[in-house]
């Protein structure tokens, strides 16, 4: 079974600074693992995933996350946050389960941007 | 192309009252995925379609949940009679068959159960 923790149900960041949001996963296999993204009155939107190339993801408005098995995270980064960015981020870990990829969500945290 | 579409966005009824809730997956997508999101907490899976076979429902809370894909087309996700706990936004997701692992989810239908 695979499990996510995100910790940290709320962060604050002024305009401008690091966005850093964590996320720890646990699997007993190979993972898949992907950041999702949902603002205001809309879906989960994928900023970024990986699937076992790259360990650096480069994902959208211009986001990334790195794959680190020894610390078995991948976590959130921006180097500067946008009003724009605030929303909530979700954390997944996906794994091949029955034939097809079973998708295990964080519980969120939502991003405060400050101006 | 088309997302996914959900409909009604939001729905408030009473307990004991029955909902319906609906999922038009994206055009050619195999797989449908349902997920609950409980107020504050992770969102769970509910169940998954291949076309129109269920796949996994083990993330069915209990018989009071119905969900069929008829056609293997847009998807139900009924509950009756609906009870307090039932609260929450529910999501649709899908993806292709081949190389799925990749699934787009549509807006959620936020249900309000009083």
């Known amino acids: 079974a695979q499990s996510v923790t995100q910790l940290g149900s709320h962060v604050s960041v002024s305009e401008g600074a690091l966005v850093l949001l964590r996320c720890n996963y646990s699997?007993?296999?190979?993972?898949?693992l992907f950041w999702y993204v949902q603002y205001p009155n809309q879906g989960l939107q994928l900023l970024l995933k990986?699937?076992?190339?790259?360990?650096l993801v480069k994902g959208i408005n211009g986001f990334e996350a790195e794959f680190k098995k020894s610390e078995t995270s991948f976590h959130l980064t921006k180097p500067s946050a946008h009003m724009s960015d605030a929303a909530e981020y979700f954390c997944a870990v996906s794994v091949h389960s029955g034939g097809y990829q079973k998708v295990t969500f964080g519980t969120g945290t939502k991003l405060q941007v400050i101006p | 192309e088309a997302g996914v579409t959900q409909f009604p966005s939001h729905s408030v009824i009473e307990k004991g009252q029955t909902v319906t809730l609906r999922c038009d997956p994206i055009s050619g997508h195999d797989n449908l995925y349902w997920y609950r999101r409980v107020m504050g907490k992770e969102i769970k899976f509910l169940l998954h379609?291949?076309?129109?076979?269920?796949?996994?429902e083990s993330g069915m809370p209990n018989n009071r949940f119905l969900a069929e894909r008829t056609g293997g087309t847009y998807s139900t996700l009924k509950v009756q009679p609906a009870e307090l706990e039932d609260s929450g936004v529910y999501f649709c997701a899908s993806s292709l068959r081949e190389g799925g692992n990749i699934q787009y989810f549509g807006a959620g239908t936020r249900l309000s159960v009083l």
């Open positions: 990986y699937t076992s190339a790259a360990t």
């Open positions: 379609f291949v076309k129109e076979s269920k796949q996994d």
């Open positions: 699997s007993s296999v190979p993972p898949y």
